[in-house]
């Protein structure tokens, strides 16, 4: 069962580098880049340190299905305006 993640969009709206989020939560840098490609599952406590790390659930990081895209995201909230 693979393990679908938004950290890369999270690093990117928050200007955070790899290297930065990995010494915040204590891995390597290249454990996040496998996490973000979905080469790497990540233990409980790493996904909470993550998810505190953005301030944000683990929900919104992390989940079971693939999230959707966030052009798809626009185009709907545009269609119900």
């Not at 393990?3 to 200007?15: D, Y």
């Not at 891995?27 to 490609?37: A, D």
């Not at 079971?64 to 909230?77: C, G, N, P, V, Y």
Request: aromatic share 8%.
């Amino acid at each position: 069962m693979a393990v679908h993640n938004r950290i890369a969009l999270f690093r990117a709206e928050r200007g955070v580098s790899r290297k930065e989020l990995a010494e915040a939560v204590g891995v390597n840098n290249q454990t996040i880049g496998y996490l973000e490609r979905g080469d790497y599952m990540p233990s409980l406590e790493l996904a909470l340190k993550i998810a505190r790390y953005f301030d944000v659930s683990i929900e919104m990081l992390f989940s079971l299905q693939a999230f959707e895209s966030i052009a798809m995201m626009l185009k709907r909230a545009g269609e119900e305006k």
